[in-house]
């Protein structure tokens, strides 16, 4: 038998660590996770009560941000679900190219995550304009925040898309032993015609 509030009593945690030797030298990346405030369940009872994850990231023993840990260690890993990048939603591949770069372009994850941050307050303020609480003049400073992080994005996805298409038709011929053209476009979902323009945003 279980008493009443056993689970209540367990702190759960969980650490994952490795060591890496770089160009720069030996690296040791650390993350740990515990179990944070409980989140009442429907029954109200504790085990069926979720809990928020904290999460610590640390680097050499240094406390980082997670936008900061991200990239340190870069590692590729297949699996079969990966073939949804081909037959999936087009947030799939976002998704997929977002962690790429962020591995990549130092400062990307901090951007994407400036990006959510105004999205997040540029709907609160829609939601307000709707209740009659604000004005819709206040939109014109989220917009133009929102437009500045969105192109920061788009060209730094760009030079990752680009700099695969220029690197994989050979590995592609390499490996296939076929002669074939691999190629590899980014196609948003507007109109890329000031590409100069987003390319000087970022």
Do not use: C
Not at 87 to 100: F, Q, V
Not at 176 to 191: A, H, I, M, R, V
């Amino acid at each position: 038998m279980v008493r009443s509030g056993a689970f209540e009593d367990f702190l759960a945690h969980a650490q994952v660590a490795g060591e890496a030797v770089t160009s720069s030298g030996r690296l040791s990346l650390q993350v740990d996770l515990s179990a944070g405030e409980r989140i009442p369940g429907a029954s109200g009872e504790a085990w069926h009560q979720a809990q928020r994850v904290q999460k610590t990231f640390r680097v050499n023993g240094v406390p980082k941000r997670s936008s900061d840990f991200v990239g340190l260690l870069k590692a590729v890993m297949f699996a079969a679900e990966d073939v949804d990048l081909l037959s999936g939603p087009p947030t799939l591949r976002r998704r997929y190219l977002d962690i790429l770069t962020s591995q990549i372009t130092p400062g990307f994850a901090r951007e994407a995550q400036d990006y959510q941050r105004v999205l997040t307050q540029r709907n609160h303020l829609l939601k307000s304009i709707r209740e009659r609480a604000a004005r819709e003049s206040e939109l014109e400073f989220w917009d133009v925040q929102l437009s500045i992080h969105a192109a920061r994005i788009i060209a730094a996805r760009l030079r990752v898309m680009n700099a695969l298409d220029e690197n994989m038709d050979p590995i592609h011929r390499e490996l296939s032993g076929l002669n074939q053209t691999l190629s590899l476009k980014y196609s948003p979902s507007f109109e890329t015609g000031h590409y100069e323009d987003v390319r000087d945003l970022s």
